[in-house]
């Protein structure tokens, strides 16, 4: 089973969901290989791999879910999420003209498509976000080939893994807690002698888990999320200056 999870992982699905699930529990497996040596052996190497290797495929599950939910929040209080919002008369972000192309050629490609004027935005709010959310929609299904695509491909990407490590943010918070208080107890504690005579390895473990609670409290906010959405929202509208 762990072979063949393996063999079905994406890119997307390794770098969006994997990767913020292995980060996650990280400094609690560090902290049990180097307060457990022994547990490094071949033997037994290769049974805690396959236990990982399906721990995180539901971490990875999890994680995606927790992002979505995430996104979710992030769009209620945001209005909408960029590509919408980009598309938008009553947004800046983007200059006159280069909209302008953007409206042209999704209207052009999709049939039945009027978006709508400055005026209608004004007036019918709703009904003019249902159309830029309908045409981005459109533009999604028609720019998954990857190949063609790689640079958006890649944004997703990004995009994904801060949004999932947004998720993910409270449990990790949690753990990397959790193991820097048990390696700082183990190091004056004397009741597992055994243990605690590698204070070089638990000194160890204490930093990475104290660096692990810097990165989930100060640099996993939205700020980040917001950051390679717009990086993605530019990225997936400027496929309308391809012609079709």
Aim: aromatic share 12%; with cysteine; hydrophobic share 40%.
């Amino acid at each position: 089973m762990p072979i063949n999870i393996i063999n079905n992982i994406s890119e997307y699905e390794l770098k969006a969901r994997i990767f913020p699930a292995s980060l996650t529990i990280l400094p609690l497996v560090i902290t049990l290989l180097i307060l457990f040596p022994e547990l490094i052996n071949l033997g037994s190497s290769l049974i805690i791999l396959g236990i990982l290797i399906i721990l995180l495929f539901f971490l990875g599950k999890l994680a995606r879910e927790r992002g979505k939910k995430v996104q979710h929040k992030l769009i209620q209080k945001w209005g909408s999420l960029p590509t919408t919002l980009y598309l938008s008369h009553l947004d800046n972000t983007l200059d006159t003209e280069t909209k302008k192309r953007y409206h042209d050629y999704l209207e052009k490609n999709i049939e039945g498509l009027e978006l709508p004027s400055q005026t209608e935005e004004i007036e019918k709010p709703k009904y003019s976000q249902d159309k830029y959310e309908s045409a981005v929609k459109w533009l999604l299904e028609n720019t998954r080939d990857t190949k063609d695509f790689s640079l958006l491909y890649q944004d997703n990407i990004n995009y994904g893994y801060s949004r999932n490590m947004l998720g993910m943010k409270p449990l990790g918070v949690v753990i990397s807690v959790i193991s820097f208080v048990l390696n700082f107890y183990l190091l004056y504690s004397q009741s597992y002698p055994s243990i605690t005579e590698n204070t070089v390895g638990i000194i160890i473990s204490i930093m990475i888990s104290f660096v692990f609670i810097i990165i989930w409290i100060f640099f996993v906010n939205e700020k980040w999320v917001k950051s390679t959405s717009k990086a993605y929202a530019r990225t997936l509208l400027s496929t309308c200056e391809k012609t079709t």
